[in-house]
Structures are given as structure tokens and as C-alpha cells.
């Protein structure tokens, strides 16, 4: 790419956005990021702080259909569906449904491992070039089981990380209590992931990271894209309020708002809003270092941003709905069962759009159908994880360089 030519503008200013701007302005190449929110308080903001990557294994799942009947009857399950959106949802359904079938189970594993084994290699380096390291914690997470049963419940995932190699490490009640003093006795089993370690404050993350591309020559435009100038290849992207931002390469990093843009682009793409909730607690009454799941439950506690957060659930209702805070409220009741001395004081709920897709795997790649358009979306719950790797993947794409994995796995046009 010649110096003459237009920048790279990144849509979509979260931390996957964010990650890949940065690193292609630290690469040498002039990054404009694009923004319609300017204070970024989206799912970057609101997420669980975890590098999960034990956390790969598809959605869509034998074990999980068995299951979905039984959640959706409940108000307080671990998935709702909201009734007036389920026609509009229909479709993305039965992607998810054909995602089930075992031989792809296999495939969409095996690919989100790939992205999960990278991880540390990508993020490291990332951490240290911004002088970040220290929003990485050391601890890892504990996955809680009150008994037998719901361990060999959870066998599966238990299974599928010993088949890739990844660590992990079971305990008795006595060693998990020793690890964290504020658990119920009630809890009979753990599994330690050391390798899910947390970051100590996700936004304080973003926000640094915004502030490093912007030292190092980067641009910010506060807009919402309207439309795209492309003939034989993209030449600029179009706003609402009729500015036009000069393009050499476009990457749509919007999370749940890339679907709109593709479209725009007619190159649909199934892409859902999960909706999460969490409740931050600025004082719980107790102290913890790890963050834990549970899965029987569905929910999660980190120890993040200056206090507790407390997250789970699925909710499918789409962008525009109001949220439902009786989910962050139902998951603070079920963190209570874990963590008998838990407090809800100083507490603020919040409600983000995990960007989803119905096979679990992220889309990061070029467009199939425009010159010089990427995509780096759909990361469901694991944007924070997958951040500097996409980061990375996409730097190599843009700039000509030979990506170290095959990226067919995530390609737009597989669905």
C-alpha cells in the first residue's frame, strides 16, 4: 500500500476494534476508528474481565437441545427467548440447530481451539508494546460442582479441553475453600483453569488502549455508518450526518451492529444479539481472588473494576428491546448460594450485546464479495479472549502478511 493511499478505518471502537486499530498503527499504517457511541460502553465495558479459553466449545450442542425446553419454560433460566422476537429469530434457530450435528461439533471445536491456544502468544505481546501488563491477573477460574452429579454433568467441556491439551485441575471441597475462604461448604468439587486468568478492569483496558492508538498518530470519528463508497474496492465509508471518511481498507469490528453493515454491503451474515446482564457491586462484604462459574447455575462472579461482578444468562430479544434487569437480579441471588456472605451494596446493573453467532465461531477475514473489506465479528462471549488474536489476524491480512493459522474456519461466507 502506497503512502498516498486513504487510511484503514475500523468500524466499531470495542475492544476487538480498538485491538486491531492499534495494532495496525503500531504496524505503520495510518488506523481511523470509527465509532457511533463514543464513550464505548458496550459490550467491552460490561463483559466478565476473563481470558476464557477454556470456553470454546460451541453452544449448539446434543447436551444443550436436550436441555432447551426446560430453560426456556423457566423465567429464571439460563436462556430466555422473548416470545414477540422469536419469529424474527426463527431463522438463526435452525443455523444453530444444523451447528448440533456431531461432525460439526468437531469442526467448530477444533476451531475454536485454534483461537484459544494462541491466546498468551498474541496477548503478551499486545499487554507489553501498550505497557498493560499489569491489568493482567495471575489467579485462574473455578468451575463449582455441588456434587457427583453435576460434575459428570459437566464431563463434556471437561473432556473436549483434555482432548486439546488445555490445563486444568480438580479439587475437594477442603482445597477449594483454601483457594477461596468466602465459598459455601455446600460446594463439593471445583475444576481450577489457571489459564483463565481475569483483567483487572476491562474498560480501563479500552480505554488505555484508545489512548495508546491515539499517541501513536491514530484517528477517532464519532459517527454511524450509512454506507460504503466502493467500486472495483472500497474508497471511503459514509455517515449519517453526510461526512465522508477516505478509505484505503475497511474492517467491521461492531459486534452485534456488524449484521446491519453487512447487509448494507449485501453480504448477510446471521448475526443475533445475546444479551448479558451484570451487576457490579462496589461493596460485596467479602473478598475473593479467582473467578468463579458455575455451571448448573449459569452464572459467573469476577473480582474486577474495583469490586465484584456478578454476570450470565442468555437473553435473545434483539438491539432494540429495553432490558430486563430481573436477569442481573436473578443472577445475584444464584451467586448468593455460592457466596453465602455476599452483599449487594453500591451496585449498578447494566445490560450489553454479545454479537453472536449460531456456530460459536467468530467471522474474521476478508469479505467474499468487496476488495479491501474485512470482517472481525461475532466473538460471542469471548471478545476480551479473542481481542489480540483478532487483533493480530487481521494486522496480517491488512497488511499483506502471512496469518500463522488457517483462516478458512472463520470465513464469512461459510454459513
Request: glycine residues 10%; positive net charge; contains cysteine.
Amino acid at each position: 500500500m502506497s503512502n498516498n493511499e486513504g487510511p484503514v478505518v475500523v468500524v466499531g471502537a470495542g475492544i476487538i476494534g480498538t485491538t486491531i486499530a492499534y495494532e495496525l498503527q503500531r504496524r505503520g499504517k495510518g488506523a481511523v476508528l470509527v465509532e457511533r457511541n463514543p464513550d464505548g460502553k458496550g459490550a467491552s465495558y460490561g463483559n466478565m474481565a476473563s481470558i476464557a479459553v477454556t470456553e470454546f466449545m460451541p453452544a449448539s450442542r446434543p447436551s444443550v437441545w436436550a436441555q432447551m425446553p426446560k430453560w426456556l419454560v423457566d423465567p429464571e433460566g439460563p436462556v430466555r427467548i422473548r416470545p414477540s422476537y422469536l419469529p424474527k429469530l426463527t431463522p438463526w434457530f435452525l443455523r444453530f440447530l444444523e451447528a448440533s450435528r456431531p461432525s460439526r461439533v468437531k469442526e467448530l471445536e477444533a476451531a475454536g481451539a485454534v483461537l484459544c491456544r494462541r491466546v498468551y502468544e498474541d496477548l503478551m505481546p499486545l499487554l507489553q508494546a501498550a505497557e498493560l501488563t499489569d491489568m493482567l491477573t495471575e489467579e485462574g477460574c473455578l468451575s463449582l460442582y455441588a456434587d457427583e452429579a453435576e460434575f459428570r454433568a459437566d464431563r463434556e467441556h471437561i473432556a473436549v479441553l483434555e482432548r486439546f491439551g488445555f490445563r486444568h485441575e480438580v479439587l475437594g471441597g477442603n482445597a477449594i475453600r483454601d483457594l477461596e475462604p468466602a465459598l459455601t461448604t455446600k460446594i463439593g468439587k471445583a475444576v481450577l483453569f489457571p489459564d483463565n486468568r481475569s483483567i483487572r478492569d476491562p474498560y480501563k483496558l479500552l480505554l488505555k488502549l484508545r489512548e495508546k492508538f491515539l499517541a501513536l498518530g491514530g484517528r477517532i470519528e464519532q459517527g454511524e455508518v450509512a454506507g460504503f463508497d466502493s467500486g472495483d474496492r472500497v474508497k471511503a465509508v459514509r455517515l449519517k450526518d453526510g461526512r465522508s471518511v477516505a478509505a484505503s481498507r475497511v474492517v467491521l469490528a461492531a459486534g452485534a451492529y456488524t449484521g446491519k453493515l453487512a447487509r448494507l454491503l449485501g453480504e448477510p451474515v446471521p448475526l443475533e444479539t445475546e444479551r448479558g446482564y451484570h451487576t457490579q457491586i462496589m461493596a460485596p462484604g467479602i473478598s475473593m481472588r479467582h473467578s468463579i462459574i458455575w455451571p448448573a447455575r449459569a452464572f459467573m462472579v469476577t473480582p474486577t473494576a474495583g469490586g465484584i461482578r456478578v454476570g450470565g444468562t442468555v437473553e435473545m430479544a434483539g438491539l432494540e428491546a429495553a432490558p430486563d434487569y430481573r436477569r442481573a437480579k436473578v443472577l445475584v441471588k444464584r451467586a448468593r448460594e455460592a457466596l453465602p456472605d455476599l452483599r449487594a451494596e453500591k451496585a449498578t446493573e447494566w445490560m450489553g450485546h454479545r454479537p453472536a453467532l449460531p456456530d460459536t465461531v467468530p467471522i474474521i477475514g476478508p469479505s467474499a464479495k468487496h476488495r479491501g473489506i474485512f470482517y472481525a465479528t461475532g466473538h460471542g462471549h469471548l471478545g476480551l479472549t479473542y481481542a489480540a488474536t483478532t487483533g493480530r489476524l487481521i494486522a496480517d491480512l491488512v497488511t499483506g502478511a502471512e496469518p500463522p493459522v488457517d483462516l478458512k474456519p472463520y470465513r464469512v461466507d461459510r454459513f
